[in-house]
């Protein structure tokens, strides 16, 4: 077996072991990424000369931390910075922007004992079809043809071809599960202070979160130990538990109860991919868990997202439209400006519906263990396609209207994770979203690492 086909759990007790060297497994890695970046483009920043220099620097004493990597090779997406490499949003706007130092996701991970060695690709500022003028489009492994998703789209297809071990991502409206679930690889966006933000981010929002993605549960267990710390910095930031992710993860029980909904009450889902969903889920019941058709009531939630989101935009990339407007994507210029135009009414009418909306998910979690289902409402579509205009023969209005599986989740603030289900009959992946209760980071590792089980998915990777 080569090194880059290791699992991250395995490669790190290897590495803890020293049977093998941190070098040894960047040159596995390089190796890999030269193989077969050329056809997916996951990974267009490299910067392997100096991952090959911490390498060679990296501390020989191994470390108690239950996330310490001992020198795994990682994949950091182009939304965070890496001091001394490009940080380009996908934007031609900072093209040759070089970041002075590591933002904060990326020093704990460096302090944690992790090497990173590429930058993954992203669309440009945001959206979950990773394509931007600057590095083009990246393409799913599994079919060329497709999209791998986004915004953390670099991420998901760098882990399903095996390039990196493990790749950080972050999400705001599901830019962790929605290439998660593309991809068949595995992303949780995990419940907002878990794992600290840059300062690039207001510091009060709840919105957007940094977070792990990984081939398998285990493995983004141990990136979220890496990942996850309690610092001043974040106002949201909140303790790890006792003993870690990791253990957390193993000492799970199997849920008792499930509530399942294909389409959240909101609109339609591919057929397919409800029918793969409900099948998958349903095969938690050997565990003794009870699944039912239930979910919370989503309604409004469509609407108060859009206008949250907006109003996000406009805080967040507000101040490039006057100078730089046209080299901004169109639908980002068209989120800014309709978060600009937001009247005061349409904001504390979307704060309201997202109050109500988690008090009624808070209920639901009183009954049930886990909410599932679909983590996108379609399979991966063509890259030549910027986003869906339709499922199922339902029209869609905005280019993020396909995504409402995912976001509507992000707004009731619950932890959730996307794991690889099955797959259509054309051979794509298709994931399967858990939401765990408020607070239920732990919690949902250890149902999700079972579901992983049960399901017992062995995605066929890319070839070389």
Same mark, same amino acid.
């Given at each position: 077996?080569?090194?880059? +086909?290791?699992?991250?759990? +395995? ?100 302090? $944690? ?10 669309? +440009? ?42 790749? $950080? ?54 990136? *979220? ?31 008792a109860r499930i509530g399942f909904s ?49 109003? *996000? ?21 068209? $989120? ?61 209005? =905005? ?38 209760r408020p607070h239920g980071d732990a ?20 070839? =070389?």
């Amino acid at each position: 077996m080569e090194l880059w +086909e290791l699992t991250a759990t +395995e490669a790190v007790a290897r590495l803890r072991r020293g049977e093998v060297s941190p070098l040894e497994m960047v040159e596995s890695a390089a190796a890999r990424i030269a193989a077969v970046e050329p056809r997916i483009n996951a990974l267009p920043i490299r910067f392997l000369d100096a991952a090959r220099a911490q390498s060679r620097d990296f501390p020989r004493e191994g470390r108690d931390h239950p996330g310490w990597l001992a020198g795994l090779p990682v994949a950091i997406k182009d939304y965070n910075d890496v001091g001394g490499q490009l940080t380009t949003f996908g934007s031609p706007i900072y093209a040759d922007h070089v970041a002075p130092a590591d933002d904060r996701t990326v020093a704990t991970l460096r302090a $944690n004992g992790a090497i990173p060695v590429a930058k993954s690709n992203v669309p +440009e500022f945001a959206g979950s079809h990773t394509f931007n003028p600057v590095w083009g489009v990246t393409r799913n492994p599994w079919d060329l043809g497709r999209t791998a998703g986004g915004s953390s789209g670099g991420a998901a297809a760098a882990l399903a071809a095996q390039e990196v071990w493990l790749a $950080n991502g972050s999400c705001l409206g599901g830019s962790l599960r929605i290439p998660a679930a593309f991809c068949g690889v595995v992303g949780l966006r995990p419940s907002a202070g878990v794992v600290p933000r840059g300062d690039g981010l207001p510091a009060f929002d709840s919105l957007w979160v940094d977070g792990p993605m990984a081939r398998n549960v285990p493995d983004l267990a141990l990136m *979220l130990d890496a990942m996850a710390m309690q610092t001043p910095h974040d106002p949201l930031s909140r303790p790890l538990p006792a003993g870690g992710y990791q253990a957390a993860m193993r000492a799970g029980r199997p849920p008792a109860r499930i509530g399942f909904s294909a389409d959240l009450g909101l609109r339609k889902v591919d057929p397919e991919v409800a029918a793969i969903c409900e099948a998958a889920t349903r095969r938690f019941t050997a565990m003794g868990t009870a699944v039912e058709a239930a979910a919370p009531d989503f309604a409004g939630a469509i609407e108060a997202f859009q206008v949250l989101r907006a109003l *996000l935009f406009a805080d967040v990339r507000g101040g490039l439209l006057p100078r730089e407007r046209q080299r901004i994507n169109p639908d980002i210029v068209w $989120n800014i400006e309709k978060g600009f135009a937001l009247t005061a009414e349409e904001i504390i009418a979307a704060r309201r519906a997202r109050s109500a909306l988690f008090h009624r998910v808070a209920r639901f979690f009183d009954e049930f263990d886990l909410l599932a289902c679909p983590t996108v409402a379609v399979p991966p579509f063509p890259v030549e396609q910027r986003f869906p205009t339709e499922i199922a023969g339902e029209a869609l209005t =905005t280019y993020i209207d396909w995504m409402f599986l995912t976001f509507v989740v992000t707004l009731t603030g619950c932890p959730a994770i996307s794991i690889p289900c099955g797959l259509t009959k054309e051979g794509l992946p298709v994931g399967l979203q858990l939401v765990g209760r408020p607070h239920g980071d732990a919690a949902l590792l250890g149902q999700a690492r079972l579901g992983e089980e049960a399901l017992g998915f062995r995605p066929t990777m890319l070839a =070389t």
